[in-house]
T-cell receptor, first 113, second 113 residues
Framework: GEDVEQSLFLSVREGDSSVINCTYT??????LYWYKQEPGAGLQLLTY?????DMKQDQRLTVLLNKKDKHLSLRIADTQTGDSAIYFC?????????????FGKGTKLSVKP | DVKVTQSSRYLVKRTGEKVFLECVQD?????MFWYRQDPGLGLRLIYF???????EKGDIPEGYSVSREKKERFSLILESASTNQTSMYLC????????????FGPGTRLTVT
């Protein structure tokens, strides 16, 4: 069935790189997304990648997509304490009605000073 | 900027009460969604709507209903609140095409006692 898997926790030191990994199941997904949720807030779109791309870079963020393995990763360079949040991977839902996304359970990133 | 607002940030209700959660978006989006977020379970889709007066069940619709009388407003209704509906409720909207990014409201933390 449809599922998006990601590890629940990641801890890094300030200044290091963070890599958050995600696996998904639907090879027909058009877009894959990374959302960020800060404490007490809703989700904010961080970045996304179109399925025909392998990599997308946006300032400190790098998204890598391996379609063969259905693996998506988010790399945050020079991680700051303000990057502490929960990061959700999401894929477009197969079939069904438009616009549905399937979310992973979220990876809680803790950045230690 | 897209703005999605939810009527309350925090709500406390008693078991058996009828509860209304309101969501409004100001960008003329076609699709609107209601999720609940629980620790360790991530986001789970309750209901969504892709047009006025249209609704479809998500993954966990039991115990909930929805109403979309106007394009900008999507209401989630708990007919008879129960303690297992204590959760964070997140509303989202998207433009309309498949795979469109979703914009989230800040969330309503509902406690049912």
């Amino acid at each position: 069935g449809e599922d998006v898997e990601q590890s629940l926790f990641l801890s890094v030191r300030e200044g290091d790189s963070s890599v958050i990994n995600c696996t998904y199941t639907d090879s027909s997904s058009t877009y894959l997304y990374w959302y960020k949720q800060e404490p007490g807030a809703g989700l904010q779109l961080l970045t996304y990648i179109f399925s025909n791309m392998d990599m997308k870079q946006d300032q400190r963020l790098t998204v890598l997509l391996n379609k063969k393995d259905k693996h998506l990763s988010l790399r945050i360079a020079d991680t700051q304490t303000g990057d502490s949040a929960i990061y959700f991977c999401a894929e477009s839902r197969a079939g069904g009605s438009q616009g549905n996304l399937i979310f992973g359970k979220g990876t809680k990133l803790s950045v230690k000073p | 900027d897209v703005k999605v607002t939810q009527s309350s940030r925090y709500l406390v209700k008693r078991t058996g009460e009828k509860v209304f959660l309101e969501c409004v978006q100001d960008m003329d989006h076609e699709n609107m969604f209601w999720y609940r977020q629980d620790p360790g379970l991530g986001l789970r889709l309750i209901y969504f709507s892709y047009d006025v007066k249209m609704k479809e069940k998500g993954d966990i619709p039991e115990g909930y209903s929805v109403s979309r009388e106007k394009k900008e407003r999507f209401s989630l209704i708990l007919e008879s609140a129960s303690t297992n509906q204590t959760s964070m409720y997140l509303c989202a909207s998207s433009l309309g095409a498949t795979g469109d990014e979703q914009y989230f409201g800040p969330g309503t933390r509902l406690t049912v006692t």
